[in-house]
Nanobody, 124 residues
Framework: QVQLVESGGGLVQAGGSLRLSCAAS????????MGWFRQAPGKERDFVAA????????PYADSVKGRFTISRDDAKNTVYLQMNSLKPEDTAVYHC?????????????????WGQGTQVTVSS
């Protein structure tokens, strides 16, 4: 089993920044992708960003391109999401997720482990 714990959420004004962290522990596989998803009240869980096991690919949702940056520190088993120029529409619960193996996907159902999520609220 793998455990994922997010941190770094909070309340910020529009235009501000937050940095989310996701620490993985337990039986971490040797090859895995990490992703961030978000879910606003009454909406589906949407893909935000991911980083492949090699770190060479970092796809983003169009809505966050140029504002969010995903990175990973394998020595710490941690993935980060730097969020800049935040907008009220970024308000959601942000979840990190881990997909075992080398086949990449940005579909939530393909990810194997999930964190509990951290609330991000952006005020206008």
């Amino acid at each position: 089993q793998v455990q994922l714990v997010e941190s770094g959420g909070g309340l910020v004004q529009a235009g501000g920044s937050l940095r989310l962290s996701c620490a993985a522990s337990g039986r971490i596989p040797s090859q895995y992708h990490m992703g961030w998803f978000r879910q606003a009240p009454g909406k589906e869980r949407d893909f935000v960003a991911a980083i492949t096991w090699s770190g060479r690919m970092t796809p983003y949702a169009d809505s966050v391109k140029g504002r969010f940056t995903i990175s990973r520190d394998d020595a710490k088993n941690t993935v980060y999401l730097q969020m800049n120029s935040l907008k009220p529409e970024d308000t959601a619960v942000y979840h990190c997720a881990l997909k075992v193996g080398i086949l990449f996907s940005n579909v939530a159902d393909r990810f194997d482990y999930w964190g509990q999520g951290t609330q991000v609220t952006v005020s206008s």
